[in-house]
């Protein structure tokens, strides 16, 4: 799954929706990979360009995509 985000606030929601699910969720920019519910972690990735998420499987990037639909690059 691929995610953008316009502004602070939609990383930080972003944070908020990773934080509650039940999985590890990881965000890389290509050159960093961090943990998705640490807001200082992501605010050290590039977001000039769409982020990679891996929820360790399709399963949980599905329900992940659910939460998150807001930020899915297309």
């Known amino acids: 799954m691929t995610i953008r985000f316009a502004s602070v606030n939609d990383i930080k929601e972003f944070v908020s929706i ?24 992501m605010c050290t990735l590039d977001f000039r360009k769409p982020l990679a998420v891996d929820a360790g499987s399709a399963e949980n990037e599905a ?7 807001n930020y899915i690059a297309s």
């Not at 990773?18 to 972690?41: L, W, Y």
Request: proline share 3%; hydrophobic share 45%.
């Open 18 to 41: 990773a934080t509650v699910q039940p999985f590890s969720i990881r965000v890389d920019d290509g050159e960093h990979c961090v943990n998705a519910t640490s807001f200082m972690e």
């Open 63 to 69: 329900q992940l995509a659910l939460a998150a639909q």
